[in-house]
T-cell receptor, first 114, second 114 residues
Framework: DTGVSQDPRHKITKRGQNVTFRCDPI?????LYWYRQTLGQGPEFLTY????????KSRLLSDRFSAERPKGSFSTLEIQRTEQGDSAMYLC????????????FGDGTRLSIL | AQSVTQLGSHVSVSEGALVLLRCNYS??????LFWYVQYPNQGLQLLLK??????LVKGINGFEAEFKKSETSFPLTKPSAHMSDAAEYFC????????????FGAGTRLFVKA
């Protein structure tokens, strides 16, 4: 079990630029989740994949956000035309099937918009 | 719909003292409940979970929690605090209706005084 891996750990970019984050889940986990966490808050759900299928997107996920998991393994989260309000920690988690299965989190990607 | 309220954004205890972190949940169906811990600049780590069965669940690092259905609460306790317990703690709920969306509380930061 190598854990959930996220890359990069930190990203600093200018407003208006596009950014892409990568998440590598635990290999046998077929569920993958993206969350956003701002200072002093718990993680907020963004989107969820069951294998390669994106089954749910939060209303927090505007049309500037897109996520993919093309082969049911790693996932990418892209933010286009970044805004100041996008500054946050973006967390990825994975789990086995079953709603009682705990999610295993990566260390996150901290995005700072200048 | 599910929701989670963590009472107290900050809790301070002395080393060796009892740790008690409060969590109240709202769920229209029997919930699955989780406690996670987050250290600075890291992702969330599962402490313990309640799904079914025994209402007192034991987790890692000496923590335990009790599912109190009548009070809709899931308090986290540890008999004797250690300096290494200083971190942010999150309570989370999933409604076991086949949904997948985990709702997190806003977190409680635990300070441990020497």
């Amino acid at each position: 079990d190598t854990g959930v891996s996220q890359d990069p750990r930190h990203k600093i970019t200018k407003r208006g630029q596009n950014v892409t984050f990568r998440c590598d889940p635990i290999s046998e986990h077929n569920r993958l989740y993206w969350y956003r966490q701002t200072l002093g808050q718990g993680p907020e759900f963004l989107t969820y994949f069951q294998n390669e299928a994106q089954l749910e997107k939060s209303r927090l996920l505007s049309d500037r956000f897109s996520a993919e998991r093309p082969k049911g393994s790693f996932s990418t989260l892209e933010i286009q035309r970044t805004e100041q309000g996008d500054s946050a920690m973006y967390l990825c988690a994975s789990s086995l099937d079953g709603d009682n299965q705990p999610q295993h989190f990566g260390d996150g990607t901290r995005l700072s918009i200048l | 719909a599910q929701s989670v309220t963590q009472l107290g954004s900050h809790v301070s205890v002395s080393e060796g003292a009892l740790v008690l972190l409060r969590c109240n949940y709202s769920s229209s169906v029997p919930p699955y409940l989780f406690w996670y811990v987050q250290y600075p600049n890291q992702g969330l780590q599962l402490l313990l979970k309640y799904t079914t069965g025994a209402t007192l669940v034991k987790g890692i690092n000496g923590f335990e929690a009790e599912f109190k259905k009548s009070e809709t609460s899931f308090p986290l306790t540890k008999p004797s605090a250690h300096m290494s317990d200083a971190a942010e703690y999150f309570c989370a709920v999933i409604g076991n209706t086949g949904g997948f969306k985990t709702i997190f509380g806003a977190g409680t930061r635990l300070f441990v005084k020497a």
